[in-house]
């Protein structure tokens, strides 16, 4: 009885390993809140580089190397994107909710951060104001803090790829709803 009590606890502990809430240093809490607030002022001034500086460069290389072109070139291509996009759509409000994040750790124990974020676009007459509700995945890198959106499956499979530890993680998935005034 005692061999299957143990056995039991075992295999709990190993399925809850990845859903352990992972600890954090005052000083790494505040270099991700800064580094949230940077991305925020970023993504409010439309500036796709500063928002870019926030995707680990592993992953940037990655989507680089995928598309065979260099990174500072994948960066040029993001922000005339996103200025063609902008000239259709507004972003409206978007906002990271840090107090609500929930710090966890891979079953390798790599720490990382989930983090609600709400977006507001108003599409104009095309589709009117909607709101994305996601998370976004706080990743520390050695000393560095950086932010992935995780509701792109794209995305993910390129992080899983660089960065196995993730290969096991299920982030949640976002929503779209049209924003009703």
Partial sequence: MLKRLLAAA???????APALAAEFTAEQLEGLAARIESFDAAMQASDMSEVMDVV???VLDQIAAKFNVTTEQL???TQQQMDQVLKDVNIVSFGMDLEAAEFLETADGTPYA?????TVIDMGEAGGKQKASSSTLGLLDEDTWYLVRV???QQV???KEVYPAFADVEFPT???EPVTE
Avoid: Q
């Avoid at 075992?10 to 809850?16: D, H, K, N, Q």
């Avoid at 989930?114 to 709400?118: F, G, N, Q």
């Fill in 10 to 16: 075992s295999l709990v502990a190993a399925l809850a």
């Fill in 56 to 58: 680990p460069p592993k």
């Fill in 75 to 77: 960066i040029e291509a």
């Fill in 114 to 118: 989930l983090i609600p974020t709400e």
């Fill in 151 to 153: 509701e792109d499956a």
């Fill in 157 to 159: 499979a390129i992080l």
């Fill in 174 to 176: 976002g929503s779209m």
